[in-house]
């Protein structure tokens, strides 16, 4: 089993910035493919980005392209959502989420092994 804890939500205004983390434990030798999506009230959980296992593929929802970055560091068994220009519509919850293969483009909801707990980011002024 892999646990996955976000960090890093938060009430920020728009055009602000916030940084989540993800730290991943447990067996975390079988994680692959990590990234996030995020749930907004009343919607479906939707993806994000998501980053391979070695950090040089990256993918990302159209609607975060040129605003949010996705990195990680495998010594720390963990991955970041840099989150700039923030706007209105990007309140959700944020989940982390893992695969146990690598692979990173059109990720399904159904596909992902492990989540997180989610972290709740809101913009408003």
């Known amino acids: 089993q892999v646990q996955l804890v976000e960090s890093g939500g938060g009430l920020v205004q728009p055009g602000g910035s916030l940084r989540l983390s993800c730290v991943a434990s447990g067996r975390t030798g079988s994680t692959y493919a990590m990234g996030w999506f995020r749930q907004a009230p009343g919607k479906e959980r939707e993806f994000v980005a998501a980053?391979?296992?070695?950090?040089?593929?990256?993918s990302y929802t159209d609607p975060v392209k040129g605003r949010f970055t996705i990195s990680r560091d495998n010594a720390k068994d963990t991955v970041y959502l840099q989150m700039n220009s923030l706007k209105s519509e990007d309140t959700a919850v944020y989940y982390c989420a893992a695969r146990t293969i690598n692979v990173i483009y059109n990720w399904r909801r159904e596909d992902i092994n492990y989540w997180g707990q989610g972290t709740q980011v809101t913009v408003s002024s």
């Open positions: 980053i391979s296992q070695n950090g040089i593929i990256t």
